[in-house]
Each structure stands twice: as structure tokens, then as C-alpha cells.
């Protein structure tokens, strides 16, 4: 019993002797800027038959995707049974090839046809 209680004692001494934690400091907050990747910023210049569906000369490669799925979706090139299928009509063909491609593909396959200015 005797034990219990120095150990009682020495537990209360310990949390006593405790500092106390600093209330904490908020900082400024920055202010808020878009951060742009590399991805945004680098111009391409595009081969004819991609500047031909994209509608531009020169883009940037997020660009050049997102016009793509725009053309993609308006002709309905999509596989209906099977999404993450693009089957090219005759002038994606050109830049995509014949056979129908897989859309995480695309984006491999249109690096042929873009040059770094």
C-alpha cells in the first residue's frame, strides 16, 4: 500500500512540474497564387493534321488533349460498349492511326506530332 501511494505522489509531483504548452501563433497566410506546372507553360507546335482537328497552330499539350476529347465527343468516336475506346474516323486517323486506341494511349500517340518551340 505504501508503494501505491509514493507512486500516487510522485505521478502528481510529475504532472505538476509539467511546462505548460506556448499558446501557438497563427502566421500570416500567404496569399493565395495559382501555381502552374511545366506542363501549362511549354509551347508546342503542332504537325498539320493535328493543327487541322485542334484548330490551332501552336498550343500547349493540355491544351491539345482537352480539344481533342472535344472533337472526340462531338463526332462520338467513343466505343459503346467499351468507353476507353476512341475508334478514329478518317481524320483522326491521321494523327491516332487506324486501329482503335485505348484513351490513356492517346496521349502517347499525339507526341509524334508535337515539336517543342
Known amino acids: 500500500m505504501a508503494v501505491k501511494r509514493k507512486a500516487k505522489k510522485v505521478a502528481k509531483a510529475r504532472s505538476k512540474t509539467k511546462a505548460k504548452a506556448k499558446p501557438k501563433v497563427k502566421k500570416a497566410a500567404r496569399p493565395k497564387t495559382k501555381r502552374t506546372s511545366g506542363l501549362t507553360q511549354l509551347n508546342y507546335s ?3 493534321a493535328l493543327a487541322e482537328i485542334v484548330g490551332a497552330k501552336k498550343s500547349t499539350r493540355p ?3 482537352k480539344k481533342l ?3 472526340i465527343k462531338a463526332k462520338k468516336l467513343q466505343d459503346a460498349k467499351n468507353k476507353r475506346l476512341i475508334c478514329p474516323d478518317k481524320k483522326l486517323a491521321e494523327v491516332l492511326g487506324s486501329k482503335p486506341i485505348d484513351m490513356l494511349k492517346m496521349a502517347g500517340a499525339i507526341s509524334k506530332h508535337l515539336k517543342k518551340i
Do not use: D, E
Open 63 to 65: 491544351q491539345v488533349v
Open 69 to 71: 476529347w472535344v472533337y
Open 46 to 48: 503542332l504537325s498539320p
